[in-house]
């Protein structure tokens, strides 16, 4: 862990001596004492924050893009490093942790490209001898605050759009992986020194990471000098997030809990959907915002494709993820644990069945992980454990007969996120994709709810939160849109023929 850390440039003293304990889900080992914030800094870190708004805004935006590009060159030299440390500090597979720095990367790229766009608008005038446009400016400091587990990948969606968007970063990681988020920041630092060795000028604390719990993200939030907050993270959170906000009348994006379903339907390629659900609902030991939950399944090939499931689940492997060949790795703590075996036992009152798996594994496992067997649970329909969203590997079960009703058990849960359909039949895929199929941020056909390419705006609809980030025109949250109108006439008509003379 250290070599890990002095490798990424993380000082001594920043994961040594302080306050805030931090244990690797892999096996339970104290892995940090991180110093922490305290709400009043995060006063002071706004001030910092406002003072590089002043001058980063001016810079023009391929300049702030070729910033981007130092960071993603950063990030690859890192990418091993950084993934091994995302493993470690949340848990998820090295193939998983390798492919959250690649995301980071990926979305630098976009943003650099995305630098020489910030399109806006020419619009006809009504008036003779006016035009108007609309130009996107600058907004200001974004408050980011992310959920344990996308710990660095999440930060990089939001601070490559925001930096060529011309806006400063506040960064409240989870306090359970604050590690990876000091880690970035070196990186970050990097970045900066190449940029400025290169002759451009960057101001300090264009991205600042504060270390603390519920009350520095909230001080943050409650604070009129941060115009956007984007927070990811359960639903709760997001509300008190909102609420917050939409107090002082700024803006948010929210990047909320999910409760993502796959329909499988008679002429569904089902070797193909087999490996897709292994993925959704089994990767990051189902601690994926876009996991796979709910299998709504068509009667008629229900047993065949439980069949092969319960053989597949039967094979995973469950343990250090570190090791090749580990499919699943560890919970993020006790306390996940104990909502899983709380869900299960809730779904059994609530007339279901494990079909296989729910059960610690403690073979071969090290010391304090909580390592699981992927669950998979016959349930008679969506009763209440179903519509909620169990981080943990859950997957429920339910039968349909008609489309109508599989559209409708999809729909009938208060998330939005990931939604996907396996079929063969163009009228049910394009029926699904179309505005009565699923109500989600994201519709997938032949592909599983999870693993987003950075492309396309992520998010999602109803309790999910309504943000969106990442790709397509997600960077217009992070600037202000001005309509101006110029008048190169020497008559001052108004608008919509108002006479108003002396
Ligand atoms: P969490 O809600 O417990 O914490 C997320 C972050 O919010 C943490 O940094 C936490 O300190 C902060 N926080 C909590 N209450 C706050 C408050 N009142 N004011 C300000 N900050 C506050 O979530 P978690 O357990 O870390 O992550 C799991 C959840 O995140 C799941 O529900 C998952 O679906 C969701 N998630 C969503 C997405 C998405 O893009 N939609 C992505 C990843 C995770």
Not at 336 to 358: C, D, E, H, I, P
Not at 368 to 390: C, F, H, I, N, W
Request: aromatic share 6%.
């Amino acid at each position: 862990m250290a070599r890990i850390l002095s490798a990424l440039g993380v000082a001594d003293k920043a994961f040594n001596g302080g306050d805030l304990k931090v244990c690797s889900p892999v096996d339970g080992a104290v892995i940090g004492m991180v110093p922490q914030h305290k709400t009043s800094d995060v006063e002071k870190a706004i001030k910092v924050s406002q003072a590089a708004f002043e001058q980063w805004k001016t810079v023009p935006a391929p300049v702030r893009g070729e910033f981007v590009r130092l960071l993603g060159m950063e990030l690859r030299t890192v990418k091993d490093d950084l993934g091994r440390l995302v493993t470690l500090e949340c848990g998820k597979i090295l193939s998983e942790g390798l492919g959250e720095v690649q995301e980071m990367i990926d979305i630098c790229d976009f943003a650099v490209g995305l630098s020489r766009q910030l399109y806006g608008l020419t619009i006809q005038s009504e008036r003779p001898g006016h035009h108007m446009r609309e130009t996107w400016h600058p907004l200001g400091t974004v408050g980011v605050i992310t959920a344990f587990n996308f710990p660095v990948a999440v930060w990089a969606w939001n601070a490559a759009l925001a930096f060529v968007c011309g806006d400063p970063v506040i960064w409240k990681p989870s306090e359970k992986t604050p590690l990876t988020a000091i880690a970035c920041q070196a990186v970050f630092d990097r970045a900066v020194k190449a940029f400025r060795a290169a002759g451009h000028t960057i101001p300090d604390g264009l991205n600042q990471v504060l270390v603390g719990g519920r009350d520095v993200g909230r001080a943050l939030v409650e604070h009129h000098d941060v115009p956007l907050v984007s927070a990811t993270g359960s639903v709760p959170m997001g509300r008190a997030v909102a609420e917050v906000v939409a107090k002082r009348l700024g803006r948010s994006l929210l990047e909320l809990g999910g409760n993502n379903a796959m329909i499988v339907a008679p002429s569904a390629d089902l070797d193909m959907a087999v490996r897709a659900i292994l993925f959704g609902a089994v990767g990051t030991a189902g601690q994926r915002c876009t996991s796979l939950r709910r299998l709504i399944v068509h009667e008629s090939v229900r047993d065949r494709l439980l069949e092969s499931l319960t053989k597949a689940y039967g094979s995973l492997r469950v343990g250090n993820p570190l090791e090749t060949g580990t499919l699943v790795g560890p919970l993020i703590d006790e306390a996940s644990f104990t909502a899983m075996q709380s869900a299960l036992k809730n779904a059994g009152a609530q007339g279901g069945k494990v079909l296989v798996g729910g059960d610690r594994v403690s073979d071969g496992i090290m010391g304090g992980g909580y390592y699981v067997r992927p669950a998979l649970v016959s349930m008679p329909g969506q009763s209440d454990v179903v519509k909620q969203e169990t981080f943990a590997p859950i997957l429920y079960v339910m039968t349909y007969k008609d489309m109508k009703d599989a559209v409708a058990l999809q729909n009938g849960v208060p998330q939005g996120l990931s939604s996907c359909i396996f079929t063969m039949d163009v009228r049910e895929a394009e029926s699904f994709l179309s505005a009565a199929g699923s109500d989600c941020g994201i519709a997938n056909v032949n592909i599983g709810p999870s693993g987003a390419e950075i492309g396309g705006a992520f998010g999602g609809e109803k309790e999910t939160g309504g943000g969106r980030e990442s790709g397509s025109d997600a960077w217009k949250t992070y600037m202000r849109r001005q309509t101006q109108t110029v008048n190169y006439s020497s008559a001052l008509p108004l608008a919509q023929g108002v006479v108003f003379d002396l």
